[in-house]
């Protein structure tokens, strides 16, 4: 069964720092782009960060630029997610998804709360890890 899990999550202080992992069992993550997502209750999921398969080209939401990093460790097949100066738009349960073939692409749509990240298709997604920032 083609599953990614996450994981890294926890509580953390504001302006604090935590970093996330996606992996997977049943496929190569490096043959695909990658992104993730977050959603907290009450609100829908926003797609926040994304890196390209072909060229690991990275994507990021206006309201992350600057704080998140994403990257691969193709020796891990594994994507990460860096995340720093975490503030309290940032608690949610995040999720890390995948492409549905190796063509997908990340890519972006606008809001009135600014640039958001998505994939151009979806294939496999993880159960997600919870994020908190409080003091």
């Known amino acids: 069964q083609v599953q990614l899990v996450e994981s890294g999550g926890g509580l953390v202080q504001p302006g604090g720092s935590l970093r996330l992992t996606c992996a997977t069992s049943g496929f190569a993550l490096n043959a695909y782009t990658v992104a993730w997502f977050r959603q907290a209750p009450g609100r829908e999921r926003e797609g926040v960060s994304c890196?390209?398969?072909?060229?690991?080209?990275?994507y990021y939401a206006d309201s992350v630029k600057g704080r998140f990093a994403i990257s691969r460790d193709k020796a891990k097949d594994t994507v990460y997610l860096q995340m720093s100066d975490l503030n309290a738009e940032d608690p949610a349960e995040y999720f890390c998804a995948s492409g549905l073939t190796p063509e997908a692409q990340c890519d972006t749509y606008e809001t009135r709360s600014g640039r958001w990240i998505t994939l151009t298709d979806f294939g496999s997604w993880g159960q997600g890890t919870q994020v908190t920032v409080s003091s």
């Open positions: 890196i390209s398969n072909k060229d690991d080209s990275t």
